[in-house]
């Protein structure tokens, strides 16, 4: 997965215009406009890097002109504690202003492709793979999905329109398993893939009668999810969701299941601990 960059500068504006409004009052009451420094990004932790492009650029946005960076580690990198990620040289009122922003982001994204990673560690060895949800944060969603692929996640759907997914409302609004899928497939092309998420094997039985592509096991026990995979035989995808931690994780890969989501690794991941230092 590759970012726009379109998208990315008109989500560093909107935040750089929330945190610096019309005036820094510190920076620009203190700091001369002709003053220059070098700053240093640092990990504090140790993880995995992601976002570093982006933080740059919150830069590059304030100061088009004389700013330079080098470089030396990258997305996907695995970071230990101590270790200098980059190293920037521009206005002083640039580096003070962008600190804030650029660190939000960078940190935001690292601890979504640490958290990712050891998801993937976790489930080593086993068919499973790791895969995010949509709950993602409002206009960050393609900075959070990127940073999932970073980590060695997998996405799922992006939005609502890459694919057809029912959950357990469109089937109760849609007059049941047979009758939702059925209606859904009459009008979706052949190339659009349907989901659809189950609570119990009789729910499981009826969506491999509908003729699903992928069906979703939602807050299943560990042991149903093996009876689900031995039912299934492959006739279908099987994605296991809910409530799933790196506590209960490999015990849920080795069931058999084809795809883990977890919502946790967008919508409550922890920041990675990054600083930005002026020398």
Known sequence: MTL???????????????DINYLDTTTDYLIDENQENTAIFLAKSSGVLCGIEVALRVFEILQPNGFEAKV??????????GEIIAEIHGKTRTILKGERTALNLIQHMS????ATNKAVE?????????????????GMRPLQKYAV???????????LSDAAMLKDNHIDAGGGIANAVSKLKSKLGHMTKVELEVRNLD??????????????????????MKQAVDITAGKALLEASGGITDETLREIAETGVDIIS??????????????????
């Not at 030396?72 to 504690?81: E, F, I, R, S």
């Not at 601890?111 to 640490?114: K, L, M, N, Q, R």
């Not at 976790?122 to 409002?138: H, M």
């Not at 919508?267 to 002026?278: M, P």
């Open 4 to 18: 726009n960059s379109i998208y990315v500068d008109n989500l560093i504006k909107t935040a750089l215009l929330e």
């Open 72 to 81: 030396y580690k990258h997305d996907g990198d695995k970071l230990v504690k």
């Open 111 to 114: 601890g979504i492709a640490t």
């Open 122 to 138: 976790i489930v080593s060895g086993t068919k499973a793979s790791i895969a995010d949800t949509r709950k993602t944060l409002p």
């Open 149 to 159: 692929t970073v980590g060695g996640g997998r996405n799922h759907r992006y939005n």
């Open 203 to 224: 729910e499981l039985n009826q969506a491999l009668e509908a003729g699903v592509d992928v069906i979703m096991l939602d807050n299943m026990s560990p042991e149903l």
């Open 262 to 279: 977890m919502g946790a690794l967008t919508h409550s991941v922890k920041a990675f601990d990054i600083s930005l230092k002026i020398k």
